[in-house]
Protein backbone atom coordinates (compact mmCIF):
# COMPACT_ATOMS: atom_id res chain seq x y z
CA UNK A 1 0.00 0.00 0.00
CA UNK A 2 1.49 3.66 -0.77
CA UNK A 3 1.80 6.20 1.88
CA UNK A 4 -0.80 8.42 1.22
CA UNK A 5 -3.61 5.90 1.13
CA UNK A 6 -1.70 4.69 4.69
CA UNK A 7 -1.99 7.45 6.52
CA UNK A 8 -5.76 8.63 5.13
CA UNK A 9 -6.59 4.79 6.27
CA UNK A 10 -4.99 5.33 9.26
CA UNK A 11 -6.80 8.46 10.42
CA UNK A 12 -10.30 7.33 9.15
CA UNK A 13 -9.81 4.00 11.38
CA UNK A 14 -9.13 5.87 14.02
CA UNK A 15 -12.00 8.21 13.57
CA UNK A 16 -14.58 5.04 13.61
CA UNK A 17 -12.85 3.73 16.55
CA UNK A 18 -13.02 6.98 18.54
CA UNK A 19 -16.68 7.41 17.10
CA UNK A 20 -18.00 3.86 18.04
CA UNK A 21 -16.42 4.10 21.70
CA UNK A 22 -17.74 7.66 22.46
CA UNK A 23 -20.95 6.71 21.15
CA UNK A 24 -21.14 3.22 22.96
CA UNK A 25 -19.86 5.45 26.26
CA UNK A 26 -22.40 7.88 25.50
CA UNK A 27 -24.92 5.66 25.38
CA UNK A 28 -24.13 3.90 28.77
CA UNK A 29 -23.60 7.35 30.96
CA UNK A 30 -27.11 8.45 29.63
CA UNK A 31 -28.36 5.27 30.51
CA UNK A 32 -26.94 5.58 34.26
CA UNK A 33 -28.09 9.03 34.31
CA UNK A 34 -31.40 8.61 33.31
CA UNK A 35 -31.84 6.13 36.12
CA UNK A 36 -30.20 8.28 38.17
CA UNK A 37 -32.81 11.17 37.15
CA UNK A 38 -35.63 9.32 37.57
CA UNK A 39 -34.68 7.76 40.85
CA UNK A 40 -34.14 11.11 42.07
CA UNK A 41 -36.69 13.77 40.63
CA UNK A 42 -39.62 11.53 40.05
CA UNK A 43 -39.18 9.71 43.50
CA UNK A 44 -39.47 13.14 44.90
CA UNK A 45 -42.64 13.87 42.87
CA UNK A 46 -44.30 10.90 43.42
CA UNK A 47 -43.64 11.48 47.49
CA UNK A 48 -45.02 15.31 47.07
CA UNK A 49 -47.83 13.54 45.65
CA UNK A 50 -48.42 11.04 48.26
CA UNK A 51 -48.37 13.08 50.91
CA UNK A 52 -51.33 15.96 49.43
CA UNK A 53 -53.13 13.10 48.30
CA UNK A 54 -53.01 11.21 51.99
CA UNK A 55 -56.33 12.44 53.07
CA UNK A 56 -58.41 11.56 49.71
CA UNK A 57 -56.46 8.46 49.36
CA UNK A 58 -57.53 7.38 52.92
CA UNK A 59 -61.28 8.95 52.59
CA UNK A 60 -60.97 7.18 48.64
CA UNK A 61 -62.71 10.29 47.27
CA UNK A 62 -62.24 9.13 43.68
CA UNK A 63 -63.19 12.40 42.04
CA UNK A 64 -60.90 14.51 43.91
CA UNK A 65 -57.90 12.30 43.91
CA UNK A 66 -58.82 11.51 39.61
CA UNK A 67 -58.94 15.99 39.27
CA UNK A 68 -55.66 16.10 41.12
CA UNK A 69 -53.89 13.21 39.41
CA UNK A 70 -55.21 14.81 35.98
CA UNK A 71 -53.99 18.20 36.99
CA UNK A 72 -50.52 17.24 37.32
CA UNK A 73 -50.44 15.00 34.35
CA UNK A 74 -51.69 18.25 32.22
CA UNK A 75 -48.20 20.21 33.87
CA UNK A 76 -46.09 17.62 31.97
CA UNK A 77 -47.70 15.63 29.54
CA UNK A 78 -44.65 15.15 27.57
CA UNK A 79 -43.02 13.63 30.22
CA UNK A 80 -46.07 12.01 31.88
CA UNK A 81 -47.46 8.60 30.21
CA UNK A 82 -50.34 8.46 33.19
CA UNK A 83 -50.87 8.53 37.30
CA UNK A 84 -52.24 5.53 39.18
CA UNK A 85 -53.41 5.57 42.83
CA UNK A 86 -53.76 2.18 44.25
CA UNK A 87 -55.55 1.08 47.67
CA UNK A 88 -53.76 -0.71 50.30
CA UNK A 89 -55.21 -3.88 48.58
CA UNK A 90 -54.63 -3.04 45.35
CA UNK A 91 -57.50 -1.56 43.72
CA UNK A 92 -57.28 1.04 41.34
CA UNK A 93 -58.51 4.65 43.39
CA UNK A 94 -58.14 6.41 40.24
CA UNK A 95 -56.17 6.97 37.23
CA UNK A 96 -55.33 8.61 33.97
CA UNK A 97 -55.76 6.61 31.57
CA UNK A 98 -58.48 7.10 28.76
CA UNK A 99 -58.14 3.74 27.38
CA UNK A 100 -58.46 0.64 28.88
CA UNK A 101 -55.40 0.10 31.60
CA UNK A 102 -52.71 -2.23 30.08
CA UNK A 103 -52.59 -5.54 31.88
CA UNK A 104 -48.72 -5.29 32.52
CA UNK A 105 -49.33 -2.90 35.69
CA UNK A 106 -51.69 -5.47 37.14
CA UNK A 107 -48.07 -6.30 38.45
CA UNK A 108 -46.24 -3.12 39.44
CA UNK A 109 -48.42 -3.50 43.11
CA UNK A 110 -46.13 -5.13 45.75
CA UNK A 111 -44.39 -4.19 49.15
CA UNK A 112 -42.11 -1.51 49.62
CA UNK A 113 -38.60 -2.42 50.42
CA UNK A 114 -36.33 -0.19 53.17
CA UNK A 115 -35.81 2.85 50.67
CA UNK A 116 -39.21 3.21 50.23
CA UNK A 117 -40.17 3.78 46.66
CA UNK A 118 -39.67 1.42 43.20
CA UNK A 119 -38.70 1.80 39.99
CA UNK A 120 -39.78 -0.61 37.10
CA UNK A 121 -39.23 -0.56 33.77
CA UNK A 122 -43.02 -1.40 31.67
CA UNK A 123 -42.20 -2.25 28.37
CA UNK A 124 -45.27 -4.30 26.27
CA UNK A 125 -47.75 -4.11 23.18
CA UNK A 126 -49.72 -1.34 25.10
CA UNK A 127 -47.12 0.38 27.06
CA UNK A 128 -43.91 1.71 27.39
CA UNK A 129 -42.89 3.30 30.61
CA UNK A 130 -40.84 3.65 33.66
CA UNK A 131 -42.90 2.88 36.37
CA UNK A 132 -42.29 5.36 39.46
CA UNK A 133 -44.16 4.06 42.99
CA UNK A 134 -44.28 4.82 46.41
CA UNK A 135 -46.23 4.36 49.36
CA UNK A 136 -49.19 6.67 50.52
CA UNK A 137 -48.48 6.20 54.47
CA UNK A 138 -50.44 7.06 57.36
CA UNK A 139 -47.63 6.88 59.89
CA UNK A 140 -45.89 3.77 59.02
CA UNK A 141 -48.91 2.05 57.39
CA UNK A 142 -49.22 2.01 54.14
CA UNK A 143 -52.36 3.26 53.08
CA UNK A 144 -51.72 2.92 49.36
CA UNK A 145 -49.70 3.46 46.87
CA UNK A 146 -49.02 6.28 43.94
CA UNK A 147 -47.49 5.34 40.42
CA UNK A 148 -45.85 7.74 38.20
CA UNK A 149 -45.58 6.91 34.61
CA UNK A 150 -42.58 8.43 32.66
CA UNK A 151 -42.60 8.03 29.20
CA UNK A 152 -39.96 5.41 27.26
CA UNK A 153 -39.87 7.28 24.68
CA UNK A 154 -39.36 10.62 26.32
CA UNK A 155 -36.40 9.22 27.85
CA UNK A 156 -35.44 7.08 25.21
CA UNK A 157 -35.45 10.76 23.13
CA UNK A 158 -33.03 12.24 25.21
CA UNK A 159 -30.98 9.39 24.65
CA UNK A 160 -31.14 9.03 20.67
CA UNK A 161 -30.92 13.35 20.24
CA UNK A 162 -27.48 12.92 22.15
CA UNK A 163 -26.57 9.38 20.58
CA UNK A 164 -27.52 11.57 17.38
CA UNK A 165 -25.42 14.66 17.99
CA UNK A 166 -22.56 12.40 18.95
CA UNK A 167 -22.95 10.65 15.79
CA UNK A 168 -22.89 14.06 13.93
CA UNK A 169 -20.19 15.22 15.78
CA UNK A 170 -17.80 12.13 14.92
CA UNK A 171 -19.05 12.53 11.15
CA UNK A 172 -18.08 16.01 11.14
CA UNK A 173 -14.58 15.03 12.97
CA UNK A 174 -14.59 12.48 9.98
CA UNK A 175 -14.27 14.64 7.36
CA UNK A 176 -11.84 17.07 9.28
CA UNK A 177 -9.55 14.15 10.12
CA UNK A 178 -10.11 13.19 5.94
CA UNK A 179 -9.45 16.70 5.30
CA UNK A 180 -6.78 16.92 7.65
CA UNK A 181 -5.51 13.76 5.98
CA UNK A 182 -4.68 15.17 3.01
CA UNK A 183 -3.14 17.75 3.60
CA UNK A 184 -0.79 16.10 5.66
CA UNK A 185 -0.52 13.21 2.58
CA UNK A 186 0.07 15.96 0.17
CA UNK A 187 2.98 17.44 2.97
CA UNK A 188 4.97 14.31 3.25
CA UNK A 189 3.98 12.43 -0.01
CA UNK A 190 4.60 15.12 -2.39
CA UNK A 191 7.87 15.76 -0.77
CA UNK A 192 8.95 12.05 -0.54
CA UNK A 193 7.87 11.16 -4.01
CA UNK A 194 9.83 13.87 -5.69
CA UNK A 195 12.81 13.32 -4.19
CA UNK A 196 12.18 9.02 -4.90
CA UNK A 197 11.84 10.58 -8.23
CA UNK A 198 15.67 12.21 -8.00
CA UNK A 199 17.18 9.14 -6.43
CA UNK A 200 15.61 7.25 -9.72
CA UNK A 201 17.29 8.92 -11.97
CA UNK A 202 20.44 9.21 -10.09
CA UNK A 203 20.85 5.12 -9.97
CA UNK A 204 19.66 5.20 -13.37
CA UNK A 205 23.17 7.29 -14.02
CA UNK A 206 21.43 10.20 -14.61
CA UNK A 207 23.22 13.11 -12.73
CA UNK A 208 21.28 15.97 -14.69
CA UNK A 209 18.83 16.17 -12.42
CA UNK A 210 16.79 19.00 -10.59
CA UNK A 211 16.55 18.48 -6.82
CA UNK A 212 12.48 19.86 -6.02
CA UNK A 213 14.30 22.45 -3.98
CA UNK A 214 11.72 22.17 -0.92
CA UNK A 215 11.73 24.53 2.32
CA UNK A 216 9.57 22.43 4.69
CA UNK A 217 12.68 22.70 7.72
CA UNK A 218 11.99 19.16 8.64
CA UNK A 219 13.48 15.64 7.92
CA UNK A 220 12.11 15.64 4.42
CA UNK A 221 14.34 18.83 3.31
CA UNK A 222 16.97 17.10 5.70
CA UNK A 223 17.11 14.10 3.40
CA UNK A 224 16.67 16.63 0.09
CA UNK A 225 19.91 18.21 1.45
CA UNK A 226 21.94 14.08 2.05
CA UNK A 227 20.75 13.57 -1.94
CA UNK A 228 22.07 17.05 -2.57
CA UNK A 229 25.19 16.59 -1.19
CA UNK A 230 25.39 12.88 -2.93
CA UNK A 231 24.61 14.30 -5.98
CA UNK A 232 27.69 17.27 -5.88
CA UNK A 233 29.76 14.64 -4.72
CA UNK A 234 28.90 12.27 -7.75
CA UNK A 235 29.15 14.78 -10.39
CA UNK A 236 32.43 16.10 -9.11
CA UNK A 237 33.94 12.98 -8.50
CA UNK A 238 32.61 12.04 -12.90
CA UNK A 239 33.60 15.46 -14.05
CA UNK A 240 37.33 14.48 -11.95
CA UNK A 241 37.50 10.89 -13.21
CA UNK A 242 36.65 12.58 -16.83
CA UNK A 243 39.63 15.25 -16.70
CA UNK A 244 41.72 12.23 -16.00
CA UNK A 245 42.94 11.49 -19.61
CA UNK A 246 44.80 7.72 -20.04
CA UNK A 247 48.30 7.82 -20.56
CA UNK A 248 49.66 7.11 -23.42
CA UNK A 249 52.16 4.00 -23.61
CA UNK A 250 50.49 2.93 -20.38
CA UNK A 251 48.49 -0.15 -20.06
CA UNK A 252 44.50 0.00 -19.83
CA UNK A 253 45.16 -1.77 -16.92
CA UNK A 254 46.80 0.76 -14.88
CA UNK A 255 45.06 3.92 -16.40
CA UNK A 256 41.91 2.19 -15.00
CA UNK A 257 43.59 2.00 -11.38
CA UNK A 258 44.78 5.27 -11.87
CA UNK A 259 41.25 6.64 -12.59
CA UNK A 260 39.49 4.43 -9.36
CA UNK A 261 37.56 2.33 -11.86
CA UNK A 262 37.14 -1.72 -10.73
CA UNK A 263 38.27 -3.14 -13.63
CA UNK A 264 38.99 -6.50 -14.30
CA UNK A 265 42.28 -7.32 -16.47
CA UNK A 266 41.60 -9.12 -19.96
CA UNK A 267 41.88 -12.66 -19.42
CA UNK A 268 41.27 -13.18 -16.37
CA UNK A 269 37.47 -13.02 -16.83
CA UNK A 270 36.14 -16.83 -17.36
CA UNK B 1 32.62 34.10 -13.94
CA UNK B 2 32.98 31.32 -11.60
CA UNK B 3 36.92 31.70 -11.10
CA UNK B 4 36.55 32.14 -7.72
CA UNK B 5 34.85 29.43 -6.76
CA UNK B 6 36.66 27.09 -8.92
CA UNK B 7 39.69 28.23 -7.24
CA UNK B 8 38.73 26.82 -4.00
CA UNK B 9 38.04 23.09 -5.80
CA UNK B 10 41.44 23.89 -7.18
CA UNK B 11 43.42 24.17 -3.63
CA UNK B 12 41.07 21.43 -2.35
CA UNK B 13 42.44 19.09 -4.96
CA UNK B 14 45.69 20.64 -3.27
CA UNK B 15 44.82 19.18 -0.37
CA UNK B 16 43.84 15.79 -1.37
CA UNK B 17 43.13 15.01 -4.51
CA UNK B 18 39.92 14.00 -6.01
CA UNK B 19 39.00 12.84 -2.82
CA UNK B 20 39.08 16.24 -0.75
CA UNK B 21 37.34 17.47 -4.16
CA UNK B 22 34.64 15.29 -3.96
CA UNK B 23 34.32 15.80 -0.23
CA UNK B 24 34.56 19.78 -0.85
CA UNK B 25 31.65 19.05 -3.42
CA UNK B 26 29.71 17.09 -0.58
CA UNK B 27 29.93 19.14 2.23
CA UNK B 28 29.18 22.47 0.12
CA UNK B 29 26.34 20.88 -1.78
CA UNK B 30 27.91 22.55 -5.16
CA UNK B 31 29.50 20.28 -7.88
CA UNK B 32 32.66 21.49 -9.62
CA UNK B 33 30.40 21.50 -12.97
CA UNK B 34 27.66 24.15 -11.17
CA UNK B 35 30.48 26.04 -10.10
CA UNK B 36 31.62 26.33 -13.66
CA UNK B 37 27.56 28.24 -14.23
CA UNK B 38 27.58 29.86 -11.41
CA UNK B 39 28.60 33.55 -10.45
CA UNK B 40 31.16 34.24 -8.12
CA UNK B 41 28.55 35.95 -5.37
CA UNK B 42 29.63 36.55 -1.76
CA UNK B 43 26.89 33.48 -0.60
CA UNK B 44 28.37 31.21 -3.22
CA UNK B 45 32.07 32.09 -1.93
CA UNK B 46 31.26 31.84 1.35
CA UNK B 47 29.85 28.63 1.36
CA UNK B 48 32.81 26.84 -0.41
CA UNK B 49 35.33 28.88 2.20
CA UNK B 50 33.12 27.59 4.81
CA UNK B 51 32.75 23.71 3.06
CA UNK B 52 37.00 24.21 2.08
CA UNK B 53 37.66 25.35 5.82
CA UNK B 54 35.71 22.26 7.07
CA UNK B 55 37.76 19.94 4.58
CA UNK B 56 40.95 21.43 5.86
CA UNK B 57 39.69 20.50 9.76
CA UNK B 58 38.73 16.86 8.93
CA UNK B 59 42.09 16.74 6.88
CA UNK B 60 44.09 18.06 9.24
CA UNK B 61 45.75 20.63 7.48
Do not use: C
Not at chain 1, 50 to 75: G, N, Q
Not at chain 1, 98 to 107: A, G, K, M, Y
Not at chain 1, 243 to 266: F, K, S
Not at chain 2, 9 to 26: D, H, N, P, Q, S
Request: charged share 25%; net charge neutral.
Amino acid sequence: MRLGPKIISSFMGFIVMFGAVSTAATSIILDRRMQREVETSEVAFARSLATRLFKVVKDKEVPTITDTLLDELALRPEKLEYLLVLDATGHRLAHTFVSPIPERLSSVNGPFDAVGYRVERLRGDSINAVDVSVPVLEGISPIGSVHVGIRGEYLEAIKHDLVRMTLVATGAMGILAFLVALWLTRRIVLPIRQLTEVANRLSAGILDVQLPGLKSKDEIQELEGSLESVLAAVSTLMAELGQQTPIAGVPDVENAHRLGADVVPEGRNG
Amino acid sequence: MAERLLEYFARAKELGGILAVTKLAMISKISSPRAKGLPDSPENVKVLEDALAQLRRELGK
